[in-house]
């Protein structure tokens, strides 16, 4: 799932790109509201599509109606994380046989590589068992058939 490289001695190396995400709430079995940033420096090109792999172990139900995507307002010392501006989108949550689950996002016009941030934003009850979560996202940059590795956010679940 990650980006793998050569390196000039031959040796495959995997590159890991960190993201920013923000959560409301970190304790198990709690309402949550969960931000998965993509800021202007993740966005190389525009972008069609977004894919978000849910790790198996993130054992909690996702609904559509609790999913949004949206042009966000990081917060910080003296500003709250909010959305600013709904982005219409179709969301599709796939499962497959070995219980790997996914999201994709389909905007109904290309994400721009502007200096705006968006956000993938889950509204969930969190897992039962506290540990660390990790989600990677994919993206498929227009003019192109195939999604390309953007990045990892790792959660934290007390």
């Known amino acids: 799932m990650l980006k793998r490289v050569w390196n000039s001695s031959g040796i495959k190396t995997i590159v890991f790109r960190r993201l920013k995400w923000f959560q409301k709430e970190n304790r198990r079995k709690?309402?949550?509201?969960?931000?998965?940033?993509?800021?202007?420096?993740?966005?190389?090109?525009?972008?069609l599509k977004i894919n978000l792999a849910i790790p198996k172990t993130f054992k909690s139900t996702l609904k559509n109606e609790k999913i949004s995507f949206c042009k966000?307002?990081?917060?910080?010392?003296e500003g709250?994380?909010?959305?600013?501006?709904?982005?219409?989108?179709?969301?599709?949550?796939?499962?497959?046989?070995?219980?790997?689950?996914?999201l994709d996002i389909y905007p109904y016009s290309p994400i721009p590589s502007n200096k705006e941030s968006y956000a993938i934003v889950l509204k969930v009850f969190n897992p039962k068992k506290s540990g660390l979560y990790q989600f990677h996202s994919f993206g498929q940059p227009?003019?192109?058939?195939?999604?390309?590795?953007?990045?990892?956010?790792?959660?934290?679940i007390d």
């Open 30 to 47: 709690f309402r949550n509201t969960i931000y998965f940033f993509l800021r202007p420096s993740d966005r190389r090109t525009d972008l």
């Open 72 to 77: 966000v307002k990081i917060g910080g010392f």
């Open 80 to 102: 709250r994380t909010k959305c600013l501006e709904d982005i219409p989108a179709d969301l599709e949550i796939n499962t497959d046989e070995s219980g790997l689950r996914s």
């Open 142 to 156: 227009k003019g192109k058939s195939f999604s390309s590795y953007l990045g990892s956010w790792t959660i934290v």
